[in-house]
């Protein structure tokens, strides 16, 4: 197992005294400069302040975007002292950082550093200097070859955080899961997807698609879709790899605009599919019933425009199903938080495409680096 030979941070490792680089994952949801969901730092906590009751001095690095634009951490300062119950430094360059000397240092978005996406040798090395150990806690952006993530490795001693070793153990399980097992697919791009699909689709017992990528299954297969958006470079793998297949399972009804409910033969050609119907609903409550492995990523409807309907039945239905149930995905797991159902489930994964990848292929970069770190 993976999972075994990962060098993960423990109480045998001295830090008292030293600077810790941890790379974690504050790119957390805000509004107005408030944090609307703090789920991701919650969980990195109890490494951060195992380290400091340990005489560390923290150097933390992470990216922040906010729709696919880059963006100072600067006016999100004061939200993350209150989350955190840190008082954190803030700087803005790496030079800067090197000279602070409180417990808690906050580098600037990683992403604004043109060496980080670049993973430049230089930049990782101009990293370096920031500490004399590296944790990586942020399992969620493992699968980006950055700097940060595959450059910091070769250069200091590395190890993974608690955070990151429980979602690679809990992850493992999906790859051979106990049976009945059912695989849950959602959201909007069949890209994403088409790893995790191929992976699983001799083993699994079911594979349900929902979201956006339903369209281009129903598209694939014959039916109108209407003028929701399918992606037709996709269309004919999708209708060569997939349909026909025994244990691929697809809507059999829809809601369109303000949530009206179509048979998926009756969408008509201006209508845009925004979520699950009834129907579906509850055929896929009756077949996760028998369940004893459930892994689902993506949302079953537009989220932001409303159609919340369809993934939030699907919340319920896995939280009362009896099975082994590991959920991930940024939207899904927002309708988990409001909810407050977070100890419902199995495993709730901090990553979305990482948690894909590794479903996929098994690795991420990230833990390459890791397993092959500076000792």
Known sequence: MLSEKLPVF????????KRVIVRV???????????????????TLPLLRKLLER??????????T????????????EELQRVTGFDIAFSSTIFSARQRTEPVVLLENLRVFHGEEAADSRFAKELSMLGDIYINE?????????????GLPKLLPSFVGPLFY???????????????????????KFTTKIGVLEHFLGSADTIFIGGGLANTFLAARGFSVGASSVEQDALAHVRDTFIGKPNIMLPTDVRVEGNAVRDIADVSAHEIIYDLGPASSAHLASVARDMKTVLWNGPMGYMEGGYTQGTTELVDTLAA????????GGDTMAVIRVRRMEDAFYHLSTGGGAMLEFLAKGT???IEAILERKV
């Open 55 to 64: 005489g560390a001095r923290i150097v933390l690095l992470s990216h922040l």
């Open 166 to 188: 429980e979602e690679v153990q809990k992850l493992e399980e999906a790859l051979s899961p106990a049976r009945p097992f059912m695989l849950i697919l959602g959201g909007v």
């Open 364 to 366: 991420l970069p990230g």
């Open 10 to 17: 423990n109480d045998s490792i001295d830090v008292s005294g």
């Open 321 to 328: 199903c009896g099975a082994k149930v590991i959920i991930g």
């Open 138 to 150: 942020d399992f969620s952006q493992s699968h980006r070859p950055y700097a940060s993530i595959i």
């Open 25 to 43: 994952d504050f790119n957390v949801p805000a509004e107005d400069d408030k944090i609307i969901d703090d789920y991701r730092i919650a969980r």
């Open 66 to 77: 906010e729709k696919k634009t880059h963006r100072s951490f600067t006016p999100l300062l």
